[in-house]
């Protein structure tokens, strides 16, 4: 995460402010991550996972079956099985990686109550209105993406890693007023006005609880890291476009490295390139000091959790992805023997 004396001084203010939990600082985040993601309603939550989680639960999904792509992160999956759904998986695009629309929408059966697609390392996923069938975006690599569809509800994440950075937290956006209150209420026990909002009455004691809610709300010191990292987070993404544009011209002529396409309009979360001799090569990588990730093993490897799903493009593509360093803060030294190192590379 990049750290400027911003986020420093939001965070000492709320220290000394005496308010520490869910309140103030909260309600500022969520208005103005509403209004830069262009969404009415933004709900605050302690992670992308619960507000997934959420977002499910306020669309009344239970049983059934929920599709998502086996590309993605174990929470996308894991929020169907908390709401007792059956997780089918579509494959994924060659391309972009994120959720095959055609071989999603052949997965649709009666029982299907709702897909997810992902917005994989920040590229706009495809995909489109079906009726009867819930759609929810995840959109935890998506923070800064252009044109985010608003009339689809989106659930965020900011993690420490996450192109906003809270060390965690989460939350949901949407258009409906309906689910926006109900969220409100799902995150903090059911209970129907919060600690801050009951202030407005000299710490009103008195609340209403008519559902089963649980603990997921943001609270004042996430969200002032947040509202630190809103006010620089063009600056920070268009460090990270840079750097990937430094990479696709350092690179351009490894033939035995396959690079993404640029895309202006992704937040570019990651920068996933495909090496088939991968585990080789991210070994070389570490022996110089350089950490390499994989995003991700697919979900339908874990299926003692999921069940036996085959899916072609999905098993023959992420054996190759590696993920390279991409962070704000990279110095030009750090740039210079990440991309010498890779160079060195005998594939």
Known sequence: ??????????????????????????????????????????????????ALDMALKAHEIKGGEVIVPALTFVSTGLVGLYNDCRVIFADIEEETLCMDWQDAKKKITPQTKAIIPVHYSGTKAQFEEIEGITIIQDCAHACGTKNIKTDFDACWSFHAVKNLAMGDGGAVTTNDKEIYEKIMALRWCGIDKSTWQRQEKKYGWDYSIDRIGQKVHMNDLSASLGLAQLERLKEMNDRRKLIVLKYLLNFRDLKWLKLPKYDDESAWHLFAVRVEERDRFIDHLLAHGISAGVHYKPLNYYCNLFGEQELLITERVWKTLVTLPLFPDMTNEEFQHITKTIKEFKC
């Open 1 to 50: 995460p990049s750290c400027s004396e911003k986020e420093i001084q939001a965070v000492k203010n709320t220290l000394e402010s005496g308010w520490w939990g869910l309140g103030p600082k909260t309600e500022q985040f969520e208005k103005k991550f509403a209004e830069f993601t262009g969404f009415k309603y933004a709900v605050g939550l302690n992670s992308g996972t619960s």
